[in-house]
């Protein structure tokens, strides 16, 4: 299955790569380079620290170059009036009596903790394409679903949190 990605997403991925490969990657060979030579390699914990640093960092390389050459690319614009990528919108659920505010993004930007919803989700798949004002079932399976009303739609961007998750 493919991630869907937009051109962004897919520009903030090789700009981490680039970084990874271009200034980390330097840095942590050095720190390798600096812990082997304090000594007995099988007793050092940096040495061992450092090697595993140096290896996550390479695996996240593999993993991003992955994600870019297997995304389905989807655009990130719709009509000034309806739900769609990267939107704030402003939802009422109706069994809780509460508003809450969510972004809309794609799945590897998804963050529930943080008010990103993933177009993927229940809520995100529902939201898509409805206008302010329009009632919204948002079905979680097959024996659940509840009802919201959309009550705001922000088409502004918003960068503090336009960062791909990763480790």
């Given at each position: 299955?493919?991630d869907?990605?937009?051109r ?34 099988s007793?050092n ?18 993993y991003?170059e ?18 769609g ?20 993004v ?29 009632h ?24 503090s ?7």
């Open positions: 299955m493919f869907k990605l937009t962004s997403d897919i520009q903030k991925m090789e700009e981490e790569i680039e970084y990874r490969k271009v200034e980390l990657r330097k840095q942590l060979l050095e720190d390798v380079k600096t812990a082997r030579a304090h000594g007995d390699l007793e914990f940096e040495y061992h620290a450092a090697k595993k640093e140096k290896n996550k960092n390479e695996s996240r390389i593999r991003l992955r994600m870019i050459r297997t995304a389905q690319i989807i655009e990130d614009t719709s009509q000034e009036n309806e739900v990528m990267n939107n704030r919108v402003e939802v009422y659920f109706e069994e809780e009596g509460i508003t809450e505010s969510y972004r809309i794609t799945t590897v930007r998804g963050d529930s903790l943080n008010s990103l919803i993933s177009i993927e989700s229940p809520l995100g798949k529902a939201l898509l394409g409805h206008k302010v004002g329009d919204v079932e948002v079905r979680v399976n097959t024996d659940y679903s509840y009802f919201v009303t959309i009550k705001n739609i922000d088409n502004t961007t918003d960068d949190s336009d960062k791909i998750r990763g480790y």
